[in-house]
C-alpha cells in the first residue's frame, strides 16, 4: 500500500473518528445527565426498556445495516450507469423506507402494551412502572423515521467522504436530549407529571436534529426526491436480496440485546440501568475506534469489489483490522482497570449512589472483556457485505445469539446482571473468532499470520500497561486525601493518560505496525 493511501486512510478515520468521538463525548454528558436526574431507580430502568423497543428497528434499517446493503449497489451503479442514475436508485430507496418505517411506527405504537408485557415481563409487577414504560415507548417510536431517513443520507455521505458531517450528526442527538432533559423535566415536575418523559421528547428532538444537518449536503451530493417507485427497479430487488440476510443478522443481535433486557427486567430493581450505564462506557471505544474504521473500511472495500481489485480488499482489510486491535485492546484494558474511578467520576452525582458506582463498574468490567471483538466484528462484516454476502455473517450471528442466551441463563444465577455482561463478551469474542475463520475461507488468504503477530505483541503491551496502572492505582489509593469526585478525577484521567503512553512506549519497543505508521508521520510533520 502507498504512503498516500495510508495517510487517505488515517484521515477518513481521523475525520470520522474525530465527528464520533464529539458524539460519544456528548453521549456521556446525556449519561451524565440520566445520571444526574434519574439515577438508576424506576423511571431510568423504563426509559431504557422504553428505548430499547423502538431502537431495534433503528438498529435493523439504520447506520450499519442500511449502508452494508445499500453501497455496494450503490457503487455499481455511480461506476457503471453514471451518478444520475445512482441518485435516481436513492429517490426509489428513500421513498420504500419511509412508507415501510412510517407503517412499523403506527403499528409500535398501537401495540406498546404488548410490546412491553413481552419484552420486561418482569414490570408487570409494577404497575406504575409498566405504565410508565408503555408511555415512553409511544412517545420514542416515531423517532426510528428521522433515524432511518438519516441512515441513508449518511451512507451516501461516506461514499462521497464526507465522514466528519456523519461522525458528528449524533452529537445533535444527544444534544437534543441533554436540552430537553433539562429545560422540560422541572416544567413536568411541577405538573405532577413524571419527569422522565422529557427525555422521550429529547430523542425526538435529537433525532430530528441529526437529520436536518446532513440534509444540505446530502441534497448537494446530488439526492433530489422522486416523486414514484419503480418496484421494477433491478436495483431495489437487489437490494432487497441482500438486505434481508442483513436485516436478520442484525435483528438476532438485537434480540441478544432484548433478550439480556428481559432477564435483567426479572432481577433487582436497577439491574437494567446498570447495564444501561456500563454499555455506554463500552460503546466509547467501540464507536469512536471500530465504527470509525469500519465505517471508512464499507465505501472502500465496496469500491475495490466493484473494481475487481480483490488484493486491495485484503490490504485495506488487514489494515484496517490490526488498526482496530491496536486502538481498541488497550482501551478495554485500561476500562476494566480503572471501571470505578471513570464510572464514580462520570455518574456519581445527584440521585446516582455509591452503590450505583459499585454495581455498574462490575457491569463494565465484563463488558469491557468483549469491546476488541465487538468492534473488530463491524469491520470483518463490512467485508463480507463489500461482497454482497449477508448470510455467512447472519447465520454466524444466529449461532451467537444461542451461545448468549445459553451462558445468560447459566451466570445470572450466580452473578445476577453481572452475567449478562460476561455472556455478552464471551458470545462476542466467539462471533470474531467465527467471522475471521469463514472470511479466510470465502477469499483464501486474508494477511493472517501478520495480523495474529500483531494482536499478540498488543496483547503483551496492553497487558503490561494494564498491570502498570494497577499497581499504580493500588498505591495511590492510600495517598488520596481529597474529596471523592477529586480522588476520581485524578485516578481516572490521570492514570489512564498515563497506561496509554505506557502502552504507546512498549508498542513501539515490540515493533507494532500501527505505532510505527503513526510514528513516521509525526515525524515528517
Not at 450499519?64 to 453501497?71: D, E, K, T
Not at 469491546?371 to 461482497?387: D, E, G, K, N, P
Not at 513501539?508 to 505505532?515: A, D, K, Q, T
Request: net charge positive; proline share 3%.
Amino acid at each position: 500500500m502507498t504512503q498516500e493511501k495510508r495517510q487517505s486512510f488515517k484521515r477518513k478515520v481521523g475525520g470520522f473518528g474525530f465527528g464520533t468521538a464529539i458524539s460519544r463525548v456528548l453521549g456521556l454528558v446525556r449519561e451524565m445527565t440520566f445520571s444526574y436526574l434519574f439515577g438508576a431507580g424506576m423511571m431510568m430502568d423504563a426509559y431504557r426498556i422504553a428505548f430499547n423497543i423502538p431502537n431495534l428497528l433503528r438498529d435493523l434499517f439504520s447506520e450499519g445495516s442500511l449502508s452494508a446493503a445499500f453501497l455496494p449497489i450503490f457503487s455499481d451503479y455511480e461506476k457503471k450507469r453514471g451518478k444520475k442514475d445512482a441518485f435516481r436508485f436513492t429517490g426509489y430507496v428513500f421513498n420504500v423506507l419511509l412508507l415501510f418505517i412510517g407503517a412499523l411506527v403506527a403499528i409500535g405504537m398501537v401495540f406498546s402494551p404488548q410490546i412491553v408485557h413481552t419484552i420486561a415481563y418482569g414490570f408487570t409487577k409494577d404497575p406504575e412502572k409498566f405504565a410508565l414504560t408503555i408511555q415512553l415507548t409511544r412517545i420514542i417510536f416515531p423517532f426510528v423515521a428521522f433515524m432511518v431517513v438519516s441512515a441513508l443520507a449518511m451512507g451516501v455521505l461516506n461514499y462521497y467522504n464526507h465522514f466528519f458531517t456523519t461522525g458528528f450528526a449524533p452529537a445533535l442527538f444527544n444534544i437534543g436530549i441533554i436540552g430537553c432533559g433539562f429545560i422540560i423535566s422541572p416544567f413536568l415536575i411541577e405538573k405532577g407529571i413524571p419527569p422522565i418523559l422529557s427525555i422521550g421528547i429529547g430523542v425526538l428532538v435529537g433525532a430530528l436534529l441529526q437529520l436536518l444537518i446532513q440534509i444540505p449536503y446530502f441534497i448537494k451530493s446530488g439526492f433530489r426526491l422522486v416523486r414514484r417507485i419503480n418496484f421494477r427497479e433491478k436495483g431495489l430487488l437487489r437490494l432487497l436480496k441482500i438486505m434481508i440476510p442483513i436485516e436478520f443478522s442484525y435483528a438476532v443481535t438485537r434480540i441478544n440485546v432484548m433478550v439480556n433486557m428481559f432477564l435483567a427486567s426479572l432481577l433487582i430493581e436497577g439491574s437494567v440501568s446498570y447495564l444501561g450505564y456500563a454499555m455506554r462506557l463500552m460503546q466509547l471505544p467501540i464507536g469512536v475506534l471500530g465504527m470509525a474504521v469500519a465505517t471508512v473500511t464499507l465505501p472502500d472495500a465496496a469500491k475495490f469489489v466493484s473494481e475487481s481489485k480483490h488484493k486491495e480488499v485484503i490490504t485495506s482489510f488487514s489494515r484496517s483490522l490490526r488498526f482496530v486491535f491496536f486502538l481498541t485492546i488497550p482501551a478495554s484494558v485500561l476500562l476494566f482497570v480503572l471501571r470505578v474511578p471513570i464510572v464514580g467520576l462520570i455518574f456519581e452525582r445527584g440521585a446516582f449512589t455509591v452503590q450505583d458506582t459499585i454495581f455498574t463498574s462490575q457491569a463494565l468490567a465484563f463488558f469491557s472483556l468483549g469491546i476488541f471483538a465487538m468492534s473488530s466484528s463491524r469491520v470483518v462484516t463490512s467485508i463480507f457485505y463489500s461482497y454482497k454476502d449477508a448470510r455467512t455473517p447472519m447465520f454466524l450471528s444466529i449461532f451467537t445469539v444461542i451461545l448468549n442466551i445459553v451462558l445468560s441463563l447459566i451466570f445470572m444465577k450466580f452473578l445476577l446482571f453481572r452475567g449478562l455482561a460476561l455472556s455478552a463478551s464471551i458470545a462476542s469474542i466467539f462471533n470474531l473468532t467465527l467471522l475471521l475463520y469463514f472470511l479466510q475461507k470465502k477469499l483464501k488468504n486474508i494477511d493472517g499470520k501478520r495480523i495474529l503477530k500483531n494482536f499478540l505483541k498488543i496483547i503483551l503491551a496492553a497487558g503490561l500497561s494494564g498491570g502498570a496502572v494497577f499497581g499504580l492505582l493500588f498505591y495511590f489509593r492510600g495517598l488520596l486525601i481529597f474529596s471523592r469526585q477529586l480522588n476520581f478525577l485524578i485516578e481516572a484521567f490521570g492514570l489512564f493518560v498515563v497506561g496509554a503512553i505506557i502502552y504507546l512506549v512498549f508498542s513501539r519497543i515490540f515493533n507494532i505496525e500501527s505505532v510505527k505508521n503513526i510514528w513516521t508521520q509525526l515525524k515528517k510533520r
